[in-house]
């Protein structure tokens, strides 16, 4: 359980993995965390596929944020996914995208999306944006308890 | 009637039928005239015919009462007997009553008069000589009686006296002949003139409707061709709209995606910049800080241009979502948010009443929004500044203004205030975007209504606008 990961967070933009990895350092977030840099490889992670074979699907992350525009497999594919399948439906997700698209938002909440963050151009902003993220998810907020994921 | 071709069809439809129908109307008066006519003719004959008969008759009852006395005074001749001579006294009143109806019957006849003339002598001569026979029976016998009724004188008088009433029954006779021919004559004439006319009545009618079928003919064509036209055009100007409304959203689109793809590198820039301000920034000289500070501004300045373009983008590519809002509701909750904007401020703010439309309210925000932070931003060398927001009229229609006693601008730039990136001031004196008031008479001509400004420099500026649902409702 110590060594559970605690954040898979799927961006495919170096710079912007960059900044963010920075502010979950500086907010002492960043000791378990999970890069995926497209959605085939966070799909490969969650579901223990391909180089993740080895991995349980018992211990999942305790928080996706989800990039919507990803190489390969788009972030709403991927949110499809995880929504649809029982193994991993429980796993909070926020999608944390630069689209200001209106459909973008209202098709994420129909798949079920737990969160739907805009990235802010100003720094100042992303910065309390990923502090605040990080402080609501990993420790207000009550993760699901681990038996949601092993009965399966 | 026979009229060319070439010249007739050059006159109007009405002139062709008018003149067609006329024509079969006067073909028929003229038959019913002829016809008439005939009928009179015929009636006239009719009355001849009588005429004729009554002189026939008075003619044949001359000659029976001569023919009587005649006969009774050879009787008397013969026998001596005084009852042939019971009807004496009529001998001579009968024939002169049926004379004289004949002279009165036959008075327009100067041949007949002349013929009557000659008989009247005669009757008179064959009454005297048969007074004579009976005066020389009754005094000297019947042998003497008997040469005298023998004698020459007689006979010739009778006959004469039969001749002659013959004569007159032939010219009564052969009188009605030319009165019945000339009836036949008429007769014939109206039949003929019946036909004709009534077959010119009816080719002239056949003319005309032919004509008003043509013509009819002709118009439908045109008409159709008129509809084909216009359908044609209506599909045309569809298309193009069709067209010109794909243009601008692939345009609005354009704007949109670029916008919004220009808001990674710029974060990207900020973010780096502010990382190496905080993690290194104390091994770096002041200008090198000053230096990445001025690059923190610019990004946040080109983060507002953008986000500017993308509220004008998503203006044109979304309707309004129309619902009845109080405008002064709007007003209110825009003052809120400028709240912190004019904390330290003097400004003297005089909202007027304002009416309750139909809107979309985020959009009505905006607007307001706007012109309101504007007139913050403009005011602020004054002390006071005054802030008008209130409703008046304009040719008679309903305005909302938004007033103020700041610097204003020239009016002679007034024609670039609308347009995006566009700026009368410079950035050090006040700052801003240029999207602000392009952003806003996009709102206002998305609900059908029009913005201007008046201004004057140092004095102040005042913009007005109009909305659709502001104009008098109709039906």
Excluded at chain 1, 34 to 45: I, N, Q, T, W, Y
Aim: glycine residues 8%.
């Amino acid at each position: 359980m110590k060594d559970a990961m605690q954040i898979l967070l799927v961006e495919d933009d170096p710079q912007d993995l960059r900044l963010t990895m920075r502010e979950l350092q500086n907010a002492n977030l960043a000791n378990r965390i999970e890069v995926a840099r497209d959605g085939e490889e966070a799909l490969d992670f969650l579901f223990c596929r391909g180089a993740h074979s080895g991995r349980s699907l018992r211990h999942p992350p305790r928080l996706v944020l989800l990039d919507l525009k990803l190489p390969k497999v788009d972030g709403l594919q991927v949110l499809k996914e995880i929504k649809s399948r029982p193994e991993t439906q429980a796993i909070p997700v926020v999608v944390m995208t630069s689209s200001r698209e209106e459909q973008d938002m209202v098709e994420s909440y129909k798949l079920g999306v737990n969160s739907y963050i805009q990235k802010p151009v100003d720094f100042d902003q992303f910065r309390q944006t990923i502090k605040a993220l990080g402080l609501y998810w990993l420790v207000v907020n009550q993760s699901p308890p681990e038996k949601t994921f092993s009965t399966e | 009637v026979k009229v060319s071709p070439g010249s007739f069809n050059g006159l109007p439809l009405e002139t062709k039928i008018g003149s067609g129908f006329g024509l079969a109307l006067v073909a028929l008066m003229a038959v019913g005239m002829v016809q008439h006519r005939s009928i009179e003719v015929l009636v006239e004959t009719d009355s001849w015919v009588a005429h004729t008969d009554a002189v026939l008759a008075e003619l044949e009852g001359t000659l029976s009462a001569v023919e009587s006395m005649e006969s009774e005074v050879r009787g008397y001749v013969a026998t001596g007997d005084g009852a042939f001579l019971s009807q004496q006294q009529t001998w001579g009143s009968t024939p002169e009553e049926h004379l004289r109806r004949l002279r009165v019957l036959t008075a327009d006849n100067p041949r007949q008069q002349g013929n009557l003339d000659r008989l009247n002598p005669l009757m008179e001569r064959k009454l005297a000589f048969q007074h004579q026979l009976i005066a020389l029976r009754s005094e000297r016998g019947p042998v003497p009686a008997a040469e005298l009724l023998a004698h020459r004188e007689g006979t010739t008088l009778m006959s004469e006296i039969c001749a002659l009433i013959a004569a007159m029954e032939a010219e009564e006779n052969g009188l009605l002949a030319v009165r019945q021919a000339a009836s036949r004559a008429s007769a014939g004439r109206a039949t003929r003139a019946t036909v004709l006319g009534s077959v010119l009545a009816v080719v002239l009618m056949v003319v005309a409707g032919w004509i008003i079928h043509r013509d009819a003919t002709e118009r439908k064509r045109a008409e159709n061709k008129v509809a084909e036209l216009n359908a044609g055009l209506e599909r045309r100007v569809t298309d193009r709209t069709a067209e010109l409304l794909a243009a601008n959203q692939e345009l609005e689109a354009f704007t949109y995606s670029v916008a919004h793809d220009l808001r990674a590198p710029l974060r990207h820039a900020q973010g780096f910049s502010r990382s190496v301000l905080e993690d290194f920034g104390g091994q770096l000289p002041q200008a090198g800080q000053d230096y990445l500070h001025d690059i923190v501004r610019s990004t946040q300045h080109m983060g507002r241009l953008i986000d500017g373009l993308l509220g004008l983008a998503r203006i044109g590519r979304q309707e309004p979502r129309l619902e009845v809002t109080g405008l002064g509701v709007i007003v209110q909750q825009v003052l809120q948010d400028l709240k912190s904007d004019v904390k330290d401020r003097d400004i003297s703010w005089q909202i007027g009443d304002l009416l309750f439309v139909e809107c979309d309210p985020g959009l009505m925000k905006q607007v307001f929004y706007n012109l309101i932070a504007n007139a913050v931003k403009y005011t602020r060398p004054r002390h006071p500044a005054v802030i008008e927001v209130g409703q008046t009229a304009h040719d008679g229609q309903p305005v909302i203004f938004v007033k103020d006693n700041g610097v204003g601008f020239n009016m002679k730039y007034s024609g670039k205030l609308f347009g995006v990136f566009q700026r009368l001031h410079r950035r050090e004196d006040f700052e801003g975007t240029g999207i602000g008031l392009a952003t806003v008479q996009r709102i206002v001509r998305k609900h059908g209504g029009r913005i201007w400004a008046e201004a004057e420099l140092d004095k102040g500026a005042a913009f007005y606008f109009t909305l659709a649902a502001l104009e008098p409702q109709e039906s």
